[in-house]
């Protein structure tokens, strides 16, 4: 029996392990910019490395680049990334499942101004951020800006729509 070092086990959604989203508006030269975190929590069977090599092989598999160029939403009408801002929700779809996560009003109103929101999706466990937990704005921008979790992660440009149009 042989194997090639590139071989790449099937992907499995359980290997994701929970997957957490954040809102949260920041200055921008323009105004209030609506951004949008999307990180795992590392809590699969096998760890946070992967849950995190799982992340990676998901974007990708999905024609979104980690640590590449930005994705304008705008200008492909494919993408497997949607955004659904209703009842002071965000709820990013995904191809094989959803994520919702309660939106500031300071969020509501720069995503009703600009119409998208500036998604951060890294493959950068945060174990300390799980789900229903308060988390510090130092804290979140520490993690958010950090460079680790930029360079690991795709950039989108995520148009919204609303259930009223």
Not at 48 to 62: F, G, I
Request: charge should be negative.
């Amino acid at each position: 029996m042989t194997s090639t070092l590139g071989e790449t086990r099937p992907f499995r959604l359980a290997d994701l392990g929970t997957l957490v989203v954040l809102a949260w508006s920041g200055e921008a030269p323009d105004g209030a910019m609506p951004y949008l975190l999307v990180y795992p929590l590392g809590d699969a069977a096998d760890g946070p490395e992967a849950s995190s090599a799982a992340v990676r092989q998901w974007l990708e598999s999905s024609g979104l680049p980690v640590g590449g160029d930005l994705v304008d939403g705008a200008t492909r009408p494919n993408l497997p990334v949607g955004l659904l801002v209703e009842a002071n929700q965000a709820v990013v779809s995904l191809q094989q499942f959803n994520a919702q996560c309660a939106a500031p009003p300071e969020w509501l109103e720069a995503v009703a101004e600009r119409g998208f929101a500036y998604l951060v999706f890294t493959t950068r466990a945060w174990p300390a951020a799980a789900p229903g937990k308060p988390v510090d704005a130092g804290a979140l921008a520490a993690f958010a800006g950090a460079e680790e979790t930029l360079q690991e992660a795709a950039h989108i440009v995520v148009p919204a729509r609303s259930l009223r149009g």
